[in-house]
């Protein structure tokens, strides 16, 4: 197990689990990393700053401003290679989800650009609470990774779920995130689209849809996890990622989309396309606004580049291809059909019809199709899980295929 060189903010929260940290703070230092030590007011009545500055030999931060210094907490954020929230309080995952900051721990968390640990601790109620789940899927969402509880003892002296990962596992899950066995992608170059399109009418409105853009930016993470050095082509989205490995491209309309696309495809090794590209656009777009008239107004619609389909027709050896299917009916008859006549080598398929998949949630229930006739159906799991998924099976792809 080995961290070694690398810069870790501890932030320590309320719960009873913080006696474990000094040991914790040992461990990583002993794997080989250097370690800063945030507290919250709560945790410091479990275990004192003294001991924390002591094994990590630095001064243990609380506050943004320490009397007349200031503490910078983009700079604490800018120099982590990770943050780790241990023990992580039902309080401060509460505001994790939020985005709250009222204190230095989510004054740092907010700043970070490094991947965002979190260990959670509390008892098995809490810890089993709808609040606390959908806190829980909602950091997760977005990109954060949760050490998982442990079961055992708790300090309310009931045994269940909710026990704070001991410091040797937490140490492990670590030093297994940065492994380089995990970055089965390393070197490859990826392309994702992402995200609804707009189509111009006039200068006030246009044709989109109502894709979100989650599902495809956790793609886009989950390979940019992997090692892979991700672009990510994004249409018009609230959504964002702020993963290293992920350079966004923002477009607006399909025609962006393409030749964004285009521009990269020849040096990419794996592309996912999960945008829902709008399939036609206005014939003519307006440059004054079309006023009301009376009457019905008809527009023309002209066919937009089909990208996927494109990249398919110059898809080389060593590249894989991957496209999704949104279907309301005659699911896998459909899916299957865009697999063999765009020429890739893999369909994600989400039906509009299963609930809690499709566009706007936090999860998804997908099928893999591949081009060896292979289907996976996979359970109702969170787009971040989904996307793993996916992933998973681009190496199997690449594997069979012997290009990894
Ligand atoms: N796609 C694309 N460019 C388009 C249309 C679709 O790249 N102009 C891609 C999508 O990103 C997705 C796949 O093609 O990976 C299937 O998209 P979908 O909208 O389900 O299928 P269409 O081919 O548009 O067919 P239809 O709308 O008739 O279902």
Redesign the pocket.
Known sequence: MSLQGKKIVLAVTGSIAAYKTPHFVRLLLKAGAEVKVLVTDAATQFVSALSLATVSKHPVLANVNDGATWNNHVELGLWADAMIIAPCSANTLGKLANGLCDNLVCAVYLSARCPVFIAPAMDEDMWLHPSTRANISKVRSIGNQIIPVAHGELASGLIGEGRMAEPEDMVAFLSAFFSEENKPLKGVKALV?AGPTYERLDPVRFIGNFSSGKMGIAVAEALADRGAQVTLVLGPSHERTFHAQVKTVAVES?HEM?EACMAVYSETQVAV???????YKPATQATEKIKKKEGELTIALSK??????CLGKIKQEGQTLV?????TNNELA?AKE?LKK?NADM?VLNSLKDSGAGFGHDTNKITLLTKDGKKMALPLQSKKDAAASIVDHILELRHAEKIV
């Open positions: 689209t399909a393409y396309l999960a945008a829902a590209v709008a399939d937009t580049d089909d990208i996927l389909a496209g999704f299917a949104l279907e459909h865009k765009k369909i």
